[in-house]
């Protein structure tokens, strides 16, 4: 029987609850599907700064890389607002992706059938079927590149400095081609190339990667035709590969044409198994507490976690199932249309239990 050791980062606001249902979900998943969870807990974010006075203590860097995989809630909250940049909830987010070499974030933007109606885009544009794979590359690029401030003919001036190597760029984009070949085998490489260096060597690179993907088609999009063709034709894409800061702005675009921000997971990746699975909303400290958060993505990231960092996809194709049956009816509060059943945070998480 396998066992699977996983570090839970619940995090701020209504971290701890999805977290906790997510937990719940990946029990009764290892108990259908004949394998065993243990769990061990560890502080990022805002949680930790109260505790320890940073974001990132060393001792969840450890037990991050003793575990299979990581489960992460969401970090931040106003609480933290006045903290230095370099000491606030998100450093810590941005530390522990370098701490675990995570260069890939893969971000699935898949409509439920039950959920069409939430997506703000007409249904003859989305079509049956949209499932969207964005590959961001996720520890270079402009959020970890060099950056200060200065004074320019008199004036306070602040500067960062967007940098890639070739080294970076070829992973990502390995990453990008070796998923398109497990699905429509179409990449979509986004840069802004007319105007930047970085991206034209990007450009080069990923034209490189492609030759030995020769069954996978190729295009590239700037990256300001990307965001138009995302909500005027979104089922052109299979997968699309950028920069981090591309990747960031894309990536909430097309979660929003899924219909709901609160639906959709995502994974952080390294070159081998390890991986950081997470919801891509915040943590939503207005709600935290009142039982009303939506799970599902979190329970989506789990599903995730089971498909790239321990091969069990019979288990995670159990879960996507077991949440579009349960969405057919049962509606937390910010996806909530007239006709279902509103429930709570955690009688979703028993809904999605009894479904499996």
Request: aromatic share 6%; glycine share 10%.
């Amino acid at each position: 029987m396998n066992h699977y050791k996983i570090t839970l980062l619940k995090g701020d606001g209504i971290g701890p609850e999805i977290v906790n249902q997510a937990v719940k979900v990946l029990d009764k998943t290892a108990e259908k599907f004949d394998f065993t969870v243990s769990y061990d807990e560890a502080l990022l974010g805002g949680c930790a700064i109260d505790a320890t006075g940073v974001p990132l203590p060393e001792e969840t860097v450890a037990k991050c890389k003793a575990s299979d995989s990581v489960l992460l809630g969401a970090v931040g909250g106003p609480k933290w607002d006045n903290q230095p940049g370099n000491n606030r909830p998100e450093a810590g987010l941005l530390g522990i992706r370098g701490a675990l070499g995570l260069f890939a974030n893969l971000r699935p933007s898949v409509i439920f059938g039950p959920l069409k109606s939430a997506s703000p885009i007409k249904d003859d544009i989305i079509g049956d079927n949209m499932d969207i794979m964005i590959v961001r590359e996720l520890t270079g690029g402009i959020y970890f590149g060099e950056r200060g401030r200065r004074e320019v003919d008199g004036q306070p001036a602040a500067w960062d400095t967007e940098q890639y190597t070739v080294a970076e760029v070829e992973r990502i984009a390995r990453v990008a081609f070796d998923l398109a070949m497990k699905r429509g085998k179409r990449v979509t490489s986004v840069d802004k190339a007319n105007v930047l260096e970085s991206s034209r060597l990007w450009r080069e690179t990923v034209i490189r990667v492609a030759q030995d993907y020769p069954e996978v088609t190729l295009n590239h999009m700037y990256v300001d035709n990307c965001a138009m063709q995302l909500v005027r034709n979104p089922k052109q894409f299979d997968v699309i590969v950028t920069s981090n800061i591309f990747g960031d702005i894309l990536s909430d675009e097309a979660s929003m044409i899924a219909g709901s921000i609160g639906m959709l997971a995502s994974a952080s990746l390294s070159g081998g198994k390890l991986g950081l699975y997470e919801p891509i909303h915040g943590s939503a400290p207005d709600i935290a507490g009142q039982n009303i958060a939506n799970p599902l993505a979190t329970i989506l990231s789990v599903a995730m976690m089971l498909r790239y960092s321990l091969d069990q996809q019979e288990a995670a194709e159990a879960i996507e199932a077991a949440v579009a049956k349960v969405l057919e009816t049962y509606r937390t509060p910010d996806i909530y249309e007239e006709g279902m059943k509103k429930v709570g945070c955690d009688e979703m998480g028993d809904l999605v239990c009894a479904q499996l």
